[in-house]
């Protein structure tokens, strides 16, 4: 099929199970909301190497936060609960606490699974810390050299998925670049899901293991490689097609997801010289999860 002139491949993206925390941050002013959520979600594009996979999911202003000012969501996303709560407690404490005028709110307070994240947290106003209630929320102020800290008591998370996709198919890396720009701010329109690679967009791409360096968790997608579409004899790229960039998508669940890819192809389709959007699945060997392109259309 095509949507907006551009061919969207018969295929299907392969997603897997993750266990998701979605924190709110608020601060004076949106700068400083958004400057701890992306200190507090480095280092997290992909579980293959770091500790955690972490994202900046949507800007809120104070209609929907608990003490009326702009907040920004973020999603923390590990294999197991035990690490999930480990990297809240790392994130939140080194690089939420300490940037100016933060606070933090639990952005999945209906969630069966809830970390007492606030209470440990308060353990740092070595017993000068006190409770409040802030727009019906327990809460703990932390006093600090410029003011009190505040953090809900709890930090909810839940069964999410992890590793959808697509990748979009450019005449040029300006082209898919632009159009992989424009996805992202599509995906943060819709809450619920994150893109956690830089900027949203992946560059490199990769397979599960390796063909000839056995060792490596994994490798180039060398059938995905432009430079190499002239000595890989299975190449996916056609040949008006010079650069290929990826987003890979989390979300809270499935739903989220699929609405998450289904705004950023429509956004990445709208730019000229793309040429075709596919996605990436190793035939159910990565995850239980699949989101079929074709049907989201």
């Not at 104070?62 to 690490?83: H, L, M, N, W």
Request: net charge negative; hydrophobic share 40%; with cysteine.
């Amino acid at each position: 099929m095509e949507l907006n002139g551009v061919e969207i491949e018969d295929t299907y993206a392969e997603a897997f199970g993750i266990k998701v925390a979605r924190v709110l941050i608020t601060g004076v002013s949106k700068r400083w909301a958004m400057v701890a959520a992306t200190e507090a979600t480095g280092f997290g594009t992909s579980v293959i190497m770091c500790p955690a996979e972490a994202g900046i999911e949507c800007v809120v202003d104070g209609s929907e936060t608990p003490d009326g000012r702009p907040g920004v969501y973020i999603q923390i996303c590990t294999f197991g609960y035990k690490a999930l709560e480990d990297q809240l407690l790392k994130r939140i404490g080194q690089c939420v606490l300490t940037a100016p005028t933060t606070a933090v709110w639990n952005g999945l307070p209906d969630a069966e699974k809830q970390f007492d994240t606030g209470f440990k947290m308060k353990f740092f106003a070595d017993g000068y810390e006190s409770e409040l209630e802030v727009g019906g929320r327990k809460a703990y102020a932390i006093p600090m050299m410029e003011g009190d800290f505040i953090i809900e008591h709890g930090i909810g998370a839940v069964e999410g998925v992890a590793g959808g996709n697509f990748f979009i198919l450019a005449d040029s890396q300006m082209t898919g670049l632009t159009a992989a720009e424009n996805a992202v701010d599509a995906v943060m329109q819709c809450k619920g899901s994150i893109t956690p690679f830089p900027g949203g967009i992946v560059a490199s791409g990769s397979k599960p293991g390796a063909d000839t360096y056995t060792f490596m968790q994994a490798t180039t997608n060398q059938r995905f490689a432009p430079t190499l579409k002239d000595k890989v004899e299975d190449t996916n790229i056609p040949a008006d097609v010079n650069a290929v960039y990826e987003l890979v998508i989390n979300g809270v669940d499935l739903e989220a997801v699929t609405a998450a890819t289904k705004a950023g192809i429509e956004a990445a389709t709208k730019v000229p010289g793309v040429k075709k959007i596919t996605a990436g699945n190793y035939g159910g060997s990565l995850g239980a999860f699949k989101v079929n392109l074709g049907d989201l259309f």
